[in-house]
């Protein structure tokens, strides 16, 4: 184990939380099933053009346990931040942002990949969420490098990142298959050292990145 690895899991509590005026970002729970299923439920036209093809199973109460577990064990491994996002102070659902593909070592890198719920999109939530995220990894995880890629055609999520201060790296052929489909992707990315805008209110929101 290198170094870098041992003191980021040594700084690894049970949980983490990032909270803002308006927005309280935290690993899922067990009992946050509910609200996930009726969110995703009513959401799925919205969201399944953006995301890989979901499994017959996939809003069963089992499959959501099972995928706390599985980010639970990301989030203790350094592996991954998986994140809902919650309003405050009612602690309704709006969606997810996660911190992914932590790579260590030379990279010091990581990507991120959000969702909206339908009717929470447009509202600057997910502008808010980044601005939530973005100092804890480069603070907190201390990386050098958040990447996001995002299909060409998703202007909303195009206009989002540009927004939040990345800039476009490249295209990529066949990059992920989302829907069934192997989808051409766009590549963006944040440094630690990039100058980021100025924060300010935004209503510009999307249904996800892969």
């Known amino acids: 184990m290198t170094r870098s690895v041992f003191r980021f899991l040594s700084r690894q509590s049970d949980s983490v939380e990032l909270a803002g005026p308006r927005h309280l970002l935290r690993l899922p729970r067990f009992q946050d099933y509910r609200q996930w299923h009726a969110l995703r439920s009513e959401s799925r036209a919205f969201l399944e053009p953006w995301e890989p093809r979901w499994r017959a199973d996939d809003l069963s109460e089992s499959a959501f346990r099972a995928r706390v577990v599985r980010n639970e064990q990301e989030y203790a491994s350094g592996q991954a931040v998986p994140l809902l996002i919650f309003s405050r102070p009612d602690e309704c659902l709006l ?116």
């Open 95 to 210: 969606g997810g942002i996660t911190i992914g593909y932590i790579r260590r070592g030379a990279a010091q890198c990581g990507m991120i990949g959000y969702w909206m719920g339908e009717r929470h999109a447009g509202q600057g939530h997910m502008f808010s969420a980044l601005n939530l995220v973005i100092p804890h990894i480069f603070s907190r995880l201390q990386l050098h490098r958040i990447e996001a890629a995002c299909i060409p055609d998703n202007a909303r999520s195009i206009r989002l990142l540009e927004k939040a201060g990345f800039q476009r790296e490249g295209y990529l052929r066949e990059y992920l298959k989302i829907n069934g489909e192997w989808r051409d992707h766009l590549m963006y990315s944040l440094l630690a050292t990039d100058r980021r805008p100025q924060v300010v209110s935004s209503r510009t929101e999307t249904a996800g990145t892969a």
